[in-house]
């Protein structure tokens, strides 16, 4: 008899799965059933503030919100926010996108479809997913990015954007001037 490795190993892997499988207890088989604490409370017309220090640093608004509270995750549609600038008389930051995820405690969101940031009021910050973390004031991606402004037209591998100190860092930039 010759004994073949390459066939016996995969035989033997294969009725391993097998009987772990069917060794599984009866409970576990059911466990991805949607249960009704795991139903989301449904919102529309959304607005959610935070303050810090007695300001109001964010404001934002959603057309509708699906509220998962055992899973502590919110998911927000259509969203409009305004990020208000830490210094007085600044310029607040605005973004808004098709959808964004809020987790947790931990006050960090994703941004996800269309999303646009308005630094200036002439630069225009376009990507397909985004995050916030409201902890480190600071909103960054590792994804395709364009900026476009009066004047040049920027395109990044991903970015980095101090909120309170208002810098944007671009990864490995392709800058086109525009003409006037």
């Not at 892997?13 to 604490?37: C, H, N, R, W, Y």
Request: aromatic share 10%; glycine share 4%.
């Amino acid at each position: 008899m010759i004994f073949r490795p390459l066939v016996f190993i995969p035989l033997l892997l294969l009725s391993f799965g097998a009987l772990f499988v069917l060794m599984q207890p009866e409970e576990d088989k059911d466990s991805d059933k949607i249960t009704p604490q795991e139903t989301p409370l449904f919102l529309q017309q959304v607005e959610l503030y935070e303050f810090k220090e007695n300001q109001e640093s964010l404001r934002l608004f959603a057309q509708q919100a699906q509220v998962f509270e055992k899973d502590e995750l919110t998911l927000l549609f259509k969203v409009m926010a305004n990020l208000q600038a830490e210094e007085e008389g600044g310029e607040p930051t605005k973004f808004r996108s098709n959808e964004a995820r809020i987790t947790g405690k931990n006050k960090f969101m994703t941004l996800q479809g269309k999303v646009e940031v308005e630094l200036k009021k002439d630069s225009l910050l376009q990507t397909e997913t985004l995050y916030y973390d409201q902890n480190s004031n600071r909103l960054f991606n590792h994804h395709f990015t364009t900026l476009v402004g009066l004047h040049e037209h920027v395109e990044a591998s991903s970015l980095n954007f101090d909120t309170k100190k208002g810098i944007l860092t671009l990864l490995k930039p392709i800058i086109t001037v525009l003409e006037q």
